[in-house]
């Protein structure tokens, strides 16, 4: 469910994308060549609204032309990666993804890994909120932690993925930094945020864990409350302690980045390469990452292929606990 803000954002930055060079200050040589973007989602989720934000930022600053972002929804993001891997060398295609791709390829037993792609650019990170209802007797994460650990069963958590994505990873790390056993976890997984809300609200679940920046609106006026973040720092605007502030030593991030098909030529790698330094340099970007409360993380060639390896083996290693695996 969109809040009507940001079913507005959604609206006006549906600029479509390409990777080509046009626009007074791209580069006389074409950057790259893709026509297509894929996303792993339904629209209006977390990767389609940062591939449509990218897209209008790219295209404003002249670093690219017209590009068609679709979306193809299903399995947590697997159904689009075996789609990408089917287009070897395609140099007309490129994907959004993140941690739920990762984590996906892994619950749902495919022999597919995001590694297997060619990784491209990590774009940014976005903290985790443990949200509760208003009137939730939880007034702090302590007394949260607290009624978790005297019967840890029977406190109920959802989130807006599926297993193995960023909102189950999330509290099976918090409850292992607490002290739960995490095969002793209650997670009732949602699609989407627009599912975990009414949970939350109907009292459904004991507590959330998602993203918050798309339950401002429910923030504000009190119907949500964030008991904690998951980032180093407090969230601007949000009056709510990081997991540290609060006794609990973890910090959790999801991400969101961009990979090519498998076979990718390395001249249009690194044309791709290019382009996504020049959106990460521009100043409408970095007022991009602000808006919407997201993490400058950028990361280009062997640093992102290293991260994605050692992603792949910490969701590997909690679902194996889980024996997910």
Not at 65 to 75: Q, S, T
Not at 98 to 105: A, C, F, K, Q
Not at 248 to 262: C, E, H, K, V
Not at 287 to 296: K, R, S, Y
Request: one cysteine or more; charged letters at 15%.
């Amino acid at each position: 469910m969109m809040t009507l803000h940001k079913a507005v954002r959604v609206i006006a930055l549906t600029v479509l994308l390409t990777l080509g060079a046009c626009g007074t200050s791209a580069p006389a040589a074409t950057l790259v060549n893709p026509t297509r973007m894929m996303v792993p989602n339904s629209p209006g989720g977390g990767y389609d609204i940062t591939a449509r934000v990218a897209a209008h930022v790219m295209e404003d600053a002249g670093i690219s032309g017209h590009m068609e972002i679709f979306n193809v929804p299903g399995e947590g993001g697997s159904v689009a990666l075996a789609r990408l891997m089917n287009e070897t060398g395609n140099r007309g295609l490129v994907m959004m993804m993140g941690l739920g791709v990762v984590g996906s390829s892994y619950a749902n037993g495919s022999r597919i890994k995001v590694s297997d792609a060619t990784p491209v650019a990590k774009l940014l990170e976005e903290p985790e909120g443990i949200l509760v209802r208003g009137d939730s007797p939880y007034q702090t994460v302590g007394d949260l932690v607290a009624a978790w650990k005297a019967s840890p069963q029977s406190v109920t958590v959802g989130g807006g993925s599926a297993i193995g994505g960023p909102d189950h990873l999330f509290p099976m790390e918090l409850a292992r930094a607490a002290g739960i056993r995490i095969t002793d976890v209650t997670y009732q997984p949602y699609s989407g945020g627009g599912e975990l809300l009414p949970a939350l609200l109907g009292s459904k679940i004991a507590f959330g864990t998602s993203g918050i920046a798309e339950y401002e609106e429910q923030i504000a006026s009190g119907q949500l409350r964030v008991l904690a973040v998951s980032s180093q720092d407090r969230q601007p605007g949000i009056s709510a302690p990081t997991l540290r502030e609060s006794g609990i030593d973890l910090a959790f991030t999801n991400w969101r980045g961009l990979m090519a098909p498998p076979g990718l030529s390395d001249s249009d790698r690194t044309r791709l390469t290019e382009a996504l330094t020049r959106l990460h340099e521009s100043p409408a970007w970095k007022q991009a990452l602000a808006d919407n409360g997201w993490e400058d993380s950028f990361t280009t060639g062997t640093d992102f292929e290293a991260f994605l390896k050692q992603q792949e083996s910490t969701v590997a290693s909690t679902l194996t606990e889980l024996n997910l695996h």
